[in-house]
């Protein structure tokens, strides 16, 4: 009875033009419309080396950490060169500054200070290096001086001297400044859409799920009305359905990394299993979400479907589709809400595998889809378990 309802469902599923359409074809319409949309903003915003200017004064020159760091900042030669260093004296950058040929200029007296004219993206930038440093080299200067007073007290001043000036540069390597240009290369905002759009159609799976279970319903279809009337065991209806669904799901996202994979030429990065790990539990969730509206609600297929997808475009919405910033006042207000958005679970997920090193937030939410789609495939299980009919 499994295999025989499987593989009725299967031919069903891929004969509805409408399921078809939403499964396979929208999310490649709407891929496509964010790479037109998205890619010429992210090229316009690439990265510049900033022109800047240094006081070269006696101050500056002993200053062995914040010459070699912005020596580093500075290499013409370097790929991640961040920005263009003019060494002049301060008549010469004050005039740099006021002819707006510089951005800004840091002068070394008592302590270093940054001058700037306006206030902007490289403006802000060059202060914040420039604090860093500060904080790297006051640290390096507490771990110098520790150690030469331990060695002054030990009488061993002269055999220790080669020493901490190793453990010194060893030291300024370790904490180098690291600024990548990562405005368009490696820190895409079109990434954020495209991982919206992996867990849309993943939730979209829900009207997959939704049409198995349709036919499986006396209300429904003909072929429900004889599944009541038969001695059938409602859960390897539920199980078969879903695993059809689930088939189906799957060819479609095949089908959506491929298009943006090797069409769109959409970069995932190094984690592609995980994500694809991610949009599977995501379509289980889907799947079994609309399995849930189809047995709770006893209404017709066209309200059903919107049902389906207003939740979805909701939860897509509530996670940062339409705008990033979305995603962060919910987190910020009311994070309940992401939290059992299941739109919601698979972005996060993404998002943590893009930005950060350790997979804890995404194995959080994979379990989270995975609770998700067992609650609704139980509700499913008792809805379909307490139908009766009058008459059929």
Do not use: C
Not at 257 to 275: A, R, S, W
Not at 320 to 339: A, C, E, R, S
């Amino acid at each position: 009875m499994f295999l025989h309802n499987l593989k009725y469902s299967l031919k069903t599923l891929f004969k509805n033009r409408m399921l078809i359409f939403w499964t396979y074809a929208f999310p490649l319409i709407l891929g496509t419309f964010f790479y037109l949309a998205f890619s010429n903003i992210e090229n316009s915003e690439k990265f510049d080396v900033i022109d800047i200017a240094i006081v070269n004064n006696e101050q500056f020159n002993d200053n062995m950490v914040l010459k070699e760091s912005f020596n580093v900042l500075g290499d013409e030669e370097s790929d991640e060169q961040l920005f263009n260093i003019k060494y002049v004296d301060l008549e010469e950058a004050i005039k740099l500054l006021e002819n707006d040929e510089v951005s800004g200029y840091l002068v070394v007296d008592e302590s270093p200070k940054v001058v700037v004219k306006t206030s902007g993206t490289s403006e802000t930038i060059l202060k914040y290096v420039t604090e860093e440093i500060i904080q790297n080299e006051n640290v390096l200067a507490n771990i110098i001086e520790e150690k030469l007073n331990t060695n002054i007290i030990d009488g061993n001043i002269n055999e220790y001297i080669e020493n901490i000036r190793d453990d010194a540069l060893k030291m300024l390597d370790m904490n180098s400044l690291e600024i990548r240009d990562i405005t368009s290369k490696k820190l895409s905002y079109t990434m954020i859409e495209f991982y919206t759009l992996i867990a849309m159609t993943a939730l979209y799976g829900g009207i997959i799920g939704m049409t198995a279970i349709n036919q499986n319903l006396a209300n429904m279809s003909d072929n429900g009305k004889r599944i009541a009337v038969s001695p059938t065991n409602k859960i390897k209806i539920i199980f078969s359905s879903l695993v059809s669904s689930f088939i189906i799901q799957v060819i479609g996202l095949f089908i959506l990394f491929m298009y943006t994979i090797f069409v769109l030429k959409v970069d995932y990065g190094n984690n592609l299993l995980l994500i694809i790990l991610l949009a599977l539990f995501g379509s289980l969730a889907g799947l079994s979400l609309g399995m849930a509206v189809g047995t709770i609600l006893k209404t017709n297929e066209n309200v059903k479907i919107g049902i389906i997808i207003s939740f979805t475009m909701l939860g897509s919405f509530l996670s940062g589709m339409m705008g990033i910033t979305m995603k962060y006042i919910i987190d910020t207000n009311i994070p309940l809400v992401n939290k059992l958005n299941p739109v919601n679970m698979i972005t996060d997920g993404l998002y943590s595998l893009y930005y950060y090193n350790t997979y804890n937030r995404v194995y959080f939410n994979v379990v989270s889809l995975l609770i998700f789609s067992l609650i609704m495939i139980v509700l499913s299980g008792l809805a379909l378990r307490r139908q009766k009919y009058d008459s059929i």
